[in-house]
């Protein structure tokens, strides 16, 4: 019976006004934000929530406070709007002659390191097939592509990949990047555990890299000195040439963004320093035409890479 009654209530319009209630927090505004008189605004609240059974938000005299159910609701209603939002920009693509659109979610180590040159060879030959790509860490990928934000992931090789299609995209090496007086910058190779006496600048706290070091130092009973979080390898490069200490990121990424600040890099002996790249999806045979075409380039690179 819900179901049926939310295929009736949830209009466009009404999805709107709950996300600017909640974003607003009085009835007042929200109306004012969506340019709906109070009146009407209230009225298509009371309706929803009376054809659905249920108390979406609590009524105070400062304002309106969302119910669990309405936090509920709330999710769905932004996925929904930007789904449609999405679907505005797919067919202005079209009108405007985009024959396809295809939506990326991968991770910092895989748009920094490969996807320039893999998307830049794609275009090339499918000029009117449209990329949105988004960076988000690696677990977010692989949420994003479950839940149906994008049709394509890459991830880190060591996340868990739930139900999705998994097959191996490149592969990386992590090395330590430092400034070129630090103690270890003559060596060729240290293990990780070598490099605990050292301040770290890391990523944020969500990386797969980050995630990953924290593990290592756990594992050697050692704690990782961390004095700073920040967002990206060009930023980790900076912090260390600045002396906030050193850190990991990988050999490709150091080539482009730390060897040309004068920095050092040195190979770790770890096993884990040698990481897999990974396309995910939900389905090969559920993909678009567009997004086949994309996934099977990708997959192919990896072919010639390795022969």
């Not at 900076?238 to 002396?243: D, E, K, S, T």
């Not at 040309?260 to 897999?276: I, K, N, Q, T, Y």
Request: glycine fraction near 8%; include cysteine; hydrophobic fraction near 45%.
């Amino acid at each position: 019976m819900i179901t049926r009654n939310l295929l009736r209530r949830l209009d466009l319009t009404t999805l709107q006004l709950l996300v600017a209630v909640a974003e607003e927090g009085t009835l007042t505004r929200a109306a004012e934000r969506e340019a709906i008189a109070v009146s009407a605004a209230s009225k298509r609240l009371v309706d929803l929530e009376s054809s659905l059974g249920v108390t979406l938000f609590v009524r105070q005299a400062k304002g309106m406070q969302l119910t669990p159910i309405g936090e509920t609701l709330l999710q769905h209603a932004r996925r929904m709007l930007l789904g449609v939002e999405k679907l505005g920009l797919e067919l202005s693509e079209h009108v405007q002659g985009v024959r396809g659109y295809v939506r990326m979610l991968a991770n910092l180590s895989a748009i920094v390191q490969f996807l320039p040159e893999d998307l830049r060879a794609f275009i090339v030959l499918h000029e009117r097939i449209k990329i949105d790509l988004e960076e988000r860490p690696s677990d977010g990928v692989v949420q994003g592509v479950a839940d149906g934000w994008a049709d394509i992931g890459i991830c880190s090789g060591d996340v868990r990949v739930q139900d999705l299609v998994s097959v191996r995209y490149r592969e990386d090496r992590l090395i330590v990047v430092m400034p070129p007086d630090h103690p270890l910058a003559g060596q060729q190779q240290v293990s990780f555990s070598d490099t605990l006496d050292s301040d770290y600048v890391g990523l944020h706290s969500a990386s797969s890299i980050y995630r990953r070091t924290q593990l290592a130092a756990y594992q050697a009973e050692r704690p990782l000195r961390l004095r700073i979080h920040v967002p990206g390898f060009d930023a980790v490069c900076r912090m260390v040439q600045a002396g906030m200490g050193i850190g990991i990121i990988p050999r490709i990424a150091y080539e482009s963004l730390g060897q040309p600040l004068g920095l050092r890099a040195v190979d770790l002996s770890d096993a884990w320093a040698r990481r897999e790249l990974r396309l995910v999806v939900r389905d090969e045979e559920g993909l678009s035409p567009c997004a086949r075409l994309f996934f099977d380039h990708l997959r192919q690179i990896e072919r010639n890479t390795v022969r």
